[in-house]
């Protein structure tokens, strides 16, 4: 039989990530006990490649912003699929936030008095991004880090989750493992917070590290809870896409923010080509005003380059698909050229681009000061995830909260750049104490060894098969391939069937997974515990896809090329049915409030 | 600007910097032999690996390769692939240096690379080791308490030129390269009395943030052990975020203890106003100076 360490709290957060920690930070002020599960160690967090700001409107550059437009942007940035409560909340108290931070020793870039300056992004009527040059999430992590290092948070570090425990419908805790030594770990807990993160590993092109296996969003499902919109993936426009080894590595949107322009290899800006109707008004139809729109102008509109990151990813596709991509499929980013605008530029842009400055001389030899960057679409985000409560944050699982990534509504088809790192600073918060408060209504969980005992047992099969069997990594690269060509920027339905009929095969192959070596930090074993939720999520994706049968936001179907407008009136909703099948169902999105309402119109 | 002739010419110059990177990052493909360490705690030693390796590659490329096709246990810890979360630190033939930002280019692959774990830490396994003590460190360095508000909304106010200072040493990624080749961490093992240079780093932001509010010389010198450190520079050298460790956050420390702790006049002040320090940072001093001039091996 299995042996366990085995630790009770509270409150248990999975994820130590920007909203992770937030979260149990919050749970600890209440007064709960915290037991903090990080995937990696402390401070690794893929927020730290969250390049560009955090989005809130704190007014400081440009005093037209409020609350009010920040709920505008995000909601037509997402097209009205959005958990509208989310987006008010959201636009609300992130100034706070913010400030907070602050407050705990984040030290953002600054304006002429000595405010907390901010910056244009894509989709944001007003300069509204908090940062600190282009490394922002890393300050974000390294601030919550430290913070939650005085806490009386019990850290997990390089502990994964493999399975949610339950006692009939409530949340009861987890089981997981440490990856030093393979021992596994039996958590009791009041209430659960996911916060894991995202699925970028489902795709061969990603930013994400590989910890972004979709662990949230599989436990979430496994445990019965709803998930939604998961069809909107968000494909970033600017990845690296050069040498192969880099490719889809990040290329922060703040480039563009500072007045960096995308051109194909004819030399043509071609986002001008293709303004979408319902953002016409609020962009530049010329270079000359788009360029003093970066530099703070507030009567000029804002450059092609800075629209939606959806509308921007699959312009760049046209252009690579077309013949006019850049030699090595892409096409070109550059902010070289604003050496003829200012004086010193390109200390300027080492400046504000920094880690960009040196990711681009050090992985491809590019000194960007003085030549284009090569960049293409990469998988960055999804913006689906688990269903919540708008308020508490608690799944349709009583006790199961959800924050950051993992969770959705905020973003609906759609997420406007610098909106995650808001995101995970409000709902981390509000997700930290809904939890705790729920925690303090509780009774001490009672752990079903057996439950527990069955989990185990199945992590460990790899062991014991046969070890001419199927090699884990193998496995995930072939997922990787077939989920980026069949559902990924461009969809169709026959790829889709074609995608949903491999992942049976690919799952069949999963169960003949074997790994060598011992449960002390063995990545093959982790690889083929990780392939399982891959799989869930990849499937859950797949399954969203195919029942969108027009194009919105991150989900572009090739075969219903245009938005219908009755799609717009719900999310897809995915769960787990009794027989253990995928149901999916439609829920309508509830009507907005009427004083919303108004502020949309106003904002039209 | 962005007529189109000079969008042309970013086309132009575009092209011109792929072919230079087309070059640079040399596209023909071949097989480099590798010598990883396998091993566990105290037992462990190089084993050879070969695998094709082709433009732009990495180092944590060709162990990740090498990993999926010959030995899918074997140990490595990454995150970014970026040069941004400071997971994937090692030594490269003898060098330490991230994994992730070390191309295939600038090594020598006529020999085989050699790739080895962090030295000063206790191994895990393989390339994995123990750095848990970086983590206890910073827990004894007392945390930023900001001065009270500057503004009635409960903000503060700061300078670019503020801001700038301290950004140096906040943009650390913990890769913890420093406390590698640091002679008391890494050959005199002082990791209870020495904080090392990256906690340094850290205090250092601390010090000199510009809204913080309390004075840490006291335990710097009494805790932290800061005149273990003799200025060999060394974690400057390595470190991938080429902050200036030594110059820039060690030694204006080391003058702010001296100043503190070791001027006579400053001491008969203190004496005559009762052990209180004046001016600046107002905190009660420690430590009665016993120890003469730091303590540095």
Same mark, same amino acid.
């Given at each position: 039989?299995?042996?366990?360490?085995?630790?009770?709290?509270?409150?248990?957060?999975?994820?130590?990530?920007?909203?992770?920690?937030?979260?149990?930070?919050?749970?600890?002020?209440?007064?709960?006990?915290?037991?903090?599960?990080?995937?990696?160690?402390?401070?690794?967090?893929?927020?730290?490649?969250?390049?560009?700001?955090?989005?809130?409107?704190?007014?400081?550059?440009?005093?037209?912003?409020?609350?009010?437009?920040?709920?505008?942007?995000?909601?037509?940035?997402?097209?009205?699929?959005?958990?509208?409560?989310?987006?008010?909340?959201?636009?609300?108290?992130?100034?706070?936030?913010?400030?907070?931070?602050?407050?705990?020793?984040?030290?953002?870039?600054?304006?002429?008095?000595?405010?907390?300056?901010?910056?244009?992004?894509?989709?944001?009527?007003?300069?509204?991004?908090?940062?600190?040059?282009?490394?922002?999430?890393?300050?974000?992590?390294?601030?919550?880090?430290?913070?939650?290092?005085?806490?009386?948070?019990?850290?997990?570090?390089?502990?994964?989750?493999?399975?949610?425990?339950?006692?009939?419908?409530?949340?009861?805790?987890?089981?997981?493992?440490?990856?030093?030594?393979?021992?596994?770990?039996?958590?009791?807990?009041?209430?659960?917070?996911?916060?894991?993160?995202?699925?970028?590993?489902?795709?061969?092109?990603?930013?994400?590290?590989?910890?972004?296996?979709?662990?949230?969003?599989?436990?979430?499902?496994?445990?019965?809870?709803?998930?939604?919109?998961?069809?909107?993936?968000?494909?970033?426009?600017?990845?690296?896409?050069?040498?192969?080894?880099?490719?889809?590595?990040?290329?922060?949107?703040?480039?563009?923010?500072?007045?960096?322009?995308?051109?194909?290899?004819?030399?043509?800006?071609?986002?001008?080509?293709?303004?979408?109707?319902?953002?016409?008004?609020?962009?530049?139809?010329?270079?000359?005003?788009?360029?003093?729109?970066? !530099?703070?102008?507030?009567?000029?509109?804002?450059?092609?380059?800075?629209?939606?990151?959806?509308?921007?990813?699959?312009?760049?596709?046209?252009?690579?698909?077309?013949?006019?991509?850049?030699?090595?499929?892409?096409?070109?980013?550059?902010?070289?050229?604003?050496?003829?605008?200012?004086?010193?530029?390109?200390?300027?842009?080492?400046?504000?681009?920094?880690?960009?400055?040196? !990711?681009?001389?050090?992985?491809?030899?590019?000194?960007?000061? =003085? @030549?284009?960057?090569?960049?293409?679409?990469?998988?960055?985000?999804?913006?689906?995830?688990?269903?919540?409560?708008?308020?508490?944050?608690?799944?349709?699982?009583?006790?199961?909260?959800?924050?950051?990534?993992?969770?959705?509504?905020?973003?609906?088809?759609?997420?406007?750049?610098?909106?995650?790192?808001?995101?995970?600073?409000?709902?981390? =918060?509000?997700?930290?104490?809904?939890?705790? @408060?729920?925690?303090?209504?509780?009774?001490?969980?009672?752990?079903?060894?057996?439950?527990?005992?069955?989990?185990?047992?199945?992590?460990?099969?790899?062991?014991?098969?046969?070890?001419?069997?199927?090699?884990?990594?193998?496995?995930?690269?072939?997922?990787?391939?077939?989920? !980026?060509?069949?559902?990924?920027?461009?969809?169709?339905?026959? @790829?889709?069937?074609?995608?949903?009929?491999?992942?049976?095969?690919?799952?069949?192959?999963?169960?003949?997974?074997?790994?060598?070596?011992?449960?002390?930090?063995?990545?093959?074993?982790?690889?083929?515990?990780?392939?399982?939720?891959?799989?869930?999520?990849?499937?859950?994706?797949?399954?969203?896809?195919?029942?969108? =049968?027009?194009?919105?936001?991150?989900?572009?179907?090739?075969?219903?090329?245009?938005?219908?407008?009755?799609?717009?009136?719900?999310?897809?909703?995915?769960?787990?049915?009794?027989?253990?099948?995928?149901?999916?169902?439609?829920?309508?999105?509830?009507?907005?409030?009427?004083?919303?309402?108004?502020?949309?119109?106003?904002?039209? | 600007?962005?007529?189109?002739?000079?969008?042309?010419?970013?086309?132009?110059?575009?092209?011109?910097?792929?072919?230079?990177?087309?070059?640079?990052?040399?596209?023909?493909?071949?097989?480099?032999?590798?010598?990883?360490?396998?091993?566990?705690?105290?037992?462990?030693?190089?084993?050879?690996?070969?695998?094709?390796?082709?433009?732009?590659?990495?180092?944590?490329?060709?162990?990740?390769?090498?990993?999926?096709?010959?030995?899918?246990?074997?140990?490595?810890?990454?995150?970014?692939?970026?040069?941004?979360?400071?997971?994937?630190?090692?030594?490269?033939?003898?060098? /330490?240096?991230?994994?992730?930002?070390?191309?295939?280019?600038?090594?020598?692959?006529?020999?085989?690379?050699?790739?080895? /774990?962090?030295?000063?830490?206790?191994?895990?396994?393989?390339?994995?080791?123990?750095?848990?003590?970086?983590?206890?460190?910073?827990?004894?360095?007392?945390?930023?308490?900001?001065?009270?508000?500057?503004?009635?909304?409960?903000?503060?106010?700061?300078?670019?030129?503020?801001?700038?200072?301290?950004?140096?040493?906040?943009?650390?990624?913990?890769?913890?390269?420093?406390?590698?080749?640091?002679?008391?961490?890494? &050959?005199?093992?002082?990791?209870?009395?020495?904080?090392?240079?990256?906690?340094?780093?850290?205090?250092?932001?601390?010090?000199?943030? /510009?809204? &913080?509010?309390? &004075?840490?010389?006291?335990?710097?010198?009494?805790?932290?052990?800061?005149?273990?450190?003799?200025?060999?520079?060394?974690?400057?050298?390595?470190?991938?975020?080429?902050?200036?460790?030594?110059?820039?956050?060690?030694?204006?420390?080391?003058?702010?203890?001296?100043?503190?702790?070791?001027? /006579?006049?400053?001491?008969?002040?203190?004496?005559?106003?009762?052990?209180?320090?004046?001016?600046?940072?107002?905190?009660?001093?420690?430590?009665?100076?016993?120890?003469?001039?730091?303590?540095?091996?």
């Amino acid at each position: 039989m299995p042996e366990y360490q085995t630790h009770e709290y509270d409150v248990l957060v999975i994820g130590a990530r920007g909203a992770g920690l937030r979260a149990a930070i919050e749970a600890a002020h209440s007064g709960a006990s915290v037991g903090l599960i990080c995937k990696s160690l402390l401070g690794k967090a893929h927020t730290v490649m969250a390049e560009g700001g955090v989005a809130a409107a704190l007014a400081n550059v440009d005093d037209r912003d409020n609350w009010r437009v920040h709920f505008a942007d995000t909601m037509r940035g997402g097209q009205y699929l959005n958990n509208w409560r989310m987006a008010e909340l959201h636009a609300k108290e992130a100034p706070d936030r913010v400030r907070e931070l602050e407050a705990w020793g984040a030290v953002f870039d600054r304006t002429a008095d000595g405010k907390i300056l901010q910056r244009n992004f894509g989709g944001h009527k007003y300069p509204r991004l908090a940062h600190v040059g282009d490394r922002t999430g890393l300050e974000m992590i390294r601030t919550l880090q430290d913070y939650a290092t005085y806490q009386p948070i019990d850290v997990h570090m390089e502990c994964t989750i493999v399975s949610l425990l339950k006692e009939g419908n409530r949340v009861t805790g987890a089981v997981g493992y440490d990856r030093d030594r393979g021992r596994f770990k039996l958590f009791a807990a009041k209430a659960v917070v996911l916060a894991t993160g995202g699925i970028g590993r489902a795709f061969s092109v990603t930013s994400n590290s590989w910890e972004y296996t979709g662990d949230g969003h599989a436990l979430a499902y496994n445990a019965g809870a709803a998930l939604q919109d998961m069809e909107f993936v968000q494909f970033h426009p600017t990845g690296m896409v050069w040498p192969p080894s880099v490719r889809g590595i990040l290329v922060t949107e703040g480039v563009r923010g500072e007045g960096g322009i995308l051109v194909n290899r004819e030399g043509r800006r071609f986002m001008f080509d293709d303004i979408p109707e319902n953002y016409r008004n609020q962009t530049a139809d010329n270079a000359e005003e788009g360029w003093r729109y970066t !530099q703070g102008d507030k009567n000029a509109r804002r450059p092609p380059e800075l629209l939606t990151r959806d509308h921007v990813a699959r312009a760049i596709m046209k252009e690579v698909r077309e013949g006019r991509g850049s030699p090595h499929g892409g096409v070109f980013l550059d902010i070289s050229w604003i050496k003829s605008k200012l004086p010193n530029a390109e200390e300027h842009i080492r400046k504000k681009l920094p880690s960009m400055y040196h !990711q681009f001389k050090q992985l491809a030899d590019i000194d960007i000061t =003085k @030549e284009p960057m090569e960049v293409g679409p990469t998988t960055h985000y999804v913006m689906g995830g688990v269903r919540v409560d708008g308020d508490t944050q608690m799944s349709t699982v009583p006790g199961l909260f959800a924050a950051g990534e993992v969770g959705a509504g905020l973003h609906g088809a759609n997420r406007l750049g610098g909106n995650s790192l808001s995101d995970l600073l409000v709902f981390g =918060k509000r997700a930290g104490q809904y939890a705790a @408060e729920f925690a303090g209504r509780q009774s001490s969980p009672r752990i079903d060894q057996q439950q527990a005992d069955a989990i185990t047992n199945a992590a460990l099969e790899p062991f014991n098969r046969d070890t001419a069997a199927e090699n884990p990594y193998q496995v995930e690269h072939d997922l990787q391939s077939m989920m !980026q060509s069949l559902v990924g920027i461009v969809r169709r339905e026959a @790829e889709i069937r074609e995608a949903l009929d491999g992942l049976k095969v690919l799952r069949d192959r999963a169960r003949k997974v074997s790994v060598t070596g011992n449960r002390e930090y063995n990545p093959g074993w982790h690889t083929a515990l990780d392939l399982q939720n891959l799989l869930t999520v990849s499937e859950i994706v797949a399954h969203a896809a195919l029942e969108r =049968k027009e194009s919105r936001g991150g989900h572009f179907r090739d075969d219903y090329p245009e938005k219908d407008p009755s799609y717009g009136k719900f999310n897809i909703v995915i769960r787990k049915g009794p027989g253990g099948d995928m149901q999916v169902t439609r829920e309508p999105i509830p009507d907005l409030r009427p004083d919303l309402k108004q502020i949309i119109e106003e904002n039209k | 600007m962005a007529s189109e002739t000079s969008s042309r010419s970013i086309a132009e110059s575009g092209e011109r910097a792929a072919a230079r990177s087309d070059t640079s990052a040399g596209t023909a493909s071949r097989t480099a032999s590798f010598q990883v360490w396998r091993g566990a705690g105290n037992t462990g030693g190089l084993q050879s690996y070969s695998t094709s390796v082709s433009e732009g590659m990495v180092v944590l490329d060709a162990i990740h390769q090498i990993q999926a096709e010959s030995a899918t246990d074997l140990a490595v810890r990454w995150n970014c692939k970026a040069g941004k979360c400071g997971s994937c630190s090692a030594e490269i033939n003898g060098v /330490p240096r991230l994994m992730c930002m070390t191309r295939l280019s600038e090594l020598d692959l006529s020999e085989p690379v050699t790739v080895e /774990p962090m030295r000063a830490f206790p191994l895990v396994r393989d390339l994995v080791t123990d750095v848990s003590s970086n983590f206890r460190a910073k827990k004894r360095i007392r945390k930023f308490t900001p001065r009270p508000p500057d503004a009635p909304d409960g903000t503060w106010r700061m300078q670019q030129s503020d801001a700038d200072r301290v950004q140096e040493f906040r943009k650390c990624i913990e890769c913890f390269l420093c406390q590698n080749v640091c002679h008391v961490l890494r &050959d005199h093992h002082l990791h209870e009395q020495f904080v090392g240079p990256r906690l340094l780093v850290h205090a250092a932001q601390l010090e000199m943030h /510009p809204l &913080d509010s309390l &004075d840490r010389t006291g335990e710097l010198k009494e805790n932290h052990g800061i005149g273990y450190c003799n200025i060999t520079k060394c974690c400057t050298k390595v470190c991938p975020e080429h902050i200036t460790i030594t110059d820039n956050a060690i030694i204006p420390l080391k003058e702010r203890v001296v100043d503190k702790h070791y001027d /006579p006049l400053r001491k008969l002040v203190r004496l005559m106003r009762g052990n209180k320090t004046g001016g600046g940072k107002r905190e009660a001093a420690r430590g009665n100076d016993a120890r003469g001039g730091g303590n540095a091996l």
